[in-house]
């Protein structure tokens, strides 16, 4: 087998492997694992941001933005209140600062987003214990 055919067979197990993770979770691990890719995508975009990968950096930070429109369009702003609310002003504050990072090649930037939904997602993970949070979607 070639390192293509072996690369390509291992994309596609992962894909399927994702697959089934997203149709057997909650909607709270959902949330979970679009937070954790979000923060993988930033710290790729810094990476090659960090070895002059201009193309590369700004798909990653695409994909990161892409990720945030996703889960703002998660909150449920009926049951969730001011804290939907809120979290809504904070991920539109994250895309503009990851515009910015991809604009001004600015890695503090990415830093501070990341910084940012981590504290997100660390209170996320928090109430995973939460019956609740494994059956009713976003706040």
Not at 4 to 11: E, F
Not at 33 to 61: D, H, P, S
Not at 71 to 80: A, F, P, Q, R
Request: zero cysteines; proline letters at 3%.
């Amino acid at each position: 087998m070639s390192f293509g055919s072996a690369r390509n067979a291992l994309n596609q197990y992962s894909q399927n492997a994702v697959e089934t993770a997203i149709e057997s979770a909650s909607p709270h691990r959902l949330i979970q694992m679009l937070m954790e890719g979000a923060l993988g995508k930033i710290a790729a975009a810094k990476g090659f941001m960090e070895r002059g990968e201009i193309r590369a950096k700004g798909e990653q930070v695409g994909s990161a933005i892409s990720i945030l429109e996703g889960l703002k369009t998660s909150l449920d702003h009926e049951k969730g209140g001011d804290i939907a609310r809120n979290l809504e002003d904070l991920y539109v504050y994250m895309e503009r600062r990851l515009i910015e990072a991809n604009r001004e090649n600015d890695p503090a930037l990415l830093d501070e987003v990341s910084d940012l939904l981590r504290e997100v997602k660390e209170a996320w993970d928090a109430i995973a214990n939460h019956p609740a949070a494994q059956h009713t979607p976003a706040a």
